[in-house]
C-alpha cells in the first residue's frame, strides 16, 4: 500500500509539448534502429574476400553461393563454442532459440527450453 505522504498529486502530468516532444524523440531512435539494422543486414550479406576464409568454409562443406559474411561470423562463433568458450556457447545457443532469455532486475538470466534432466530420468525406463 502507498504511504500517502510520499505521494504528490499531479507530479507527474506531462503538457501537450512535453508528450509531443517524447512521441518525436521515440520516432527518430526507432528510425534510426532501423537503418542499423538495415545496415547490418546489408554487410553480413555481403561476399567473403579473403580466399583463406573461403578455404577454411568450404574444407566444412559450405557452398560457394553461401559464403556470406554471415555465415563466416556463425561459423567462427561455432568454433569458439566447440573450444570450450562459455560466451559463445550461450550466444550460439541464443541464437539457434535454444535459450530462453529472461530479464530480471537488468541481469539476464538463460533458461534451457529442454530440461536434460527430467530426459536423463527417462532414458532409463
Known amino acids: 500500500m502507498a504511504n500517502e505522504q510520499n505521494l504528490v498529486p499531479q507530479a507527474h502530468t506531462l503538457t501537450v509539448e512535453e508528450q509531443s516532444k517524447g512521441g518525436v524523440a521515440s520516432g527518430k531512435a526507432r528510425r534510426a534502429k532501423k537503418t542499423l539494422r538495415e545496415i547490418g543486414d546489408m554487410l553480413g550479406g555481403l561476399d567473403i574476400k579473403s580466399e583463406h576464409n573461403k578455404a577454411i568454409l568450404r574444407k566444412a562443406g559450405v557452398c560457394d553461393e553461401d559464403m556470406v559474411e554471415d555465415v563466416l561470423m556463425m561459423f567462427q562463433l561455432k568454433t569458439k563454442a566447440g573450444n570450450g568458450d ?18 530480471k532486475a537488468e541481469v539476464q538470466e538463460f533458461k534451457p527450453l529442454i530440461d536434460l534432466t527430467e530426459r536423463k530420468k527417462n532414458v532409463g525406463k
Open 86 to 103: 562459455l560466451k559463445a556457447m550461450e550466444l550460439l545457443a541464443k541464437i539457434r532459440g535454444q535459450l530462453a532469455v529472461e530479464v
